[in-house]
Nanobody, 115 residues
Framework: QVQLVESGGGLVQPGGSLRLSCAAS????????MGWYRQAPGKEREFVAS???????VYTDSVKGRFTISRDNAKNTVYLQMNSLKPEDTAVYYC?????????WGQGTQVTVSS
């Protein structure tokens, strides 16, 4: 059974930083793409960043230059380093992985950027 568990969310002031982690279990994640989406109140879930097993990375435009995605295959963990946070980054952040034709999601972690 595939499980994804996020951690690292919280309350931070504008301009601050947070590091999200997503620990995966139940499959061979080193060969699967992983990434992050987010969902703000009243809005649809949106793509944030992804990373392939070979290290190919994609970011949505709004986070380029501020967020960094990385992965540690030995630990089956994907990270999202978020710097220069803005109030509009406030959302529940979800990690995901694709295994064959299925997509699996974590339970989400709340990130709130506010003074």
């Amino acid at each position: 059974q595939v499980q994804l568990v996020e951690s690292g969310g919280g309350l931070v002031q504008p301009g601050g930083s947070l590091r999200l982690s997503c620990a995966a279990s139940g499959s061979t994640f080193s060969i699967n793409p992983m990434g992050w989406y987010r969902q703000a109140p009243g809005k649809e879930r949106e793509f944030v960043a992804s990373i392939t097993s070979g290290g190919g990375i994609v970011y949505t435009d709004s986070v380029k230059g501020r967020f960094t995605i990385s992965r540690d295959n030995a630990k089956n963990t994907v990270y999202l380093q978020m710097n220069s946070l803005k109030p509009e980054d406030t959302a529940v952040y979800y990690c995901y992985t694709n295994i064959r034709v299925a997509r699996y999601w974590g339970q989400g972690t709340q990130v709130t950027v506010s003074s």
